[in-house]
């Protein structure tokens, strides 16, 4: 089975890649919008309009943790690395500019929902803190919302909600 994000509302259509040749045309009609759009079966180009292989990270590649999207009934699994400084975590949407852009149509997620902020203190450990964007469903922390302007101190496997999403925060490996 593959999926085709539609180019208009960002849903993923399914279907099943098996009866048909490399190259051939299809038209499809998103389920949600009911937009047509084409497609050309063929590894590059099928590849090229499912975004969410180019935005998957791998984690920890930063050297300052990440954070891995591991439940979410809109979408799929989902690792982001962090970098250093403020790290806006939100829903995707094209023309945005969060630093971590999750790929869901969890509508309960801002685009702009929290911040994680990741700070390595002159001792050279990291030190990272969480607080809502803030957002309109708020954030979770261990299942405790975040107040309005609470910064809490983050560490390794806090489970972090957002919206019906839920991620889990990785800390970065300590030398």
Known sequence: MKRVRCPKCDHYNTFDETPYKEGQALVFECENCRKQFKIRIGTSKLAATQKDADRIKETNDSGFGSVTVVENVFGFRQSFALKEGENIIG??????????????????????????????????????????????TGTFLFNRILGDRERVVIEDGAIITLGATTLIFQAAVQE
Request: glycine residues 4%.
């Open 91 to 136: 829903r995707y949407n094209p023309g945005d500019t969060v630093t971590i852009p999750i790929d869901t149509n969890d509508r309960s997620m801002d685009r702009r929902h929290c911040v994680i902020t990741v700070k390595r203190e002159p001792s050279g450990t990291m030190n990272y803190t969480l607080r809502d964007y803030p957002s309109l």
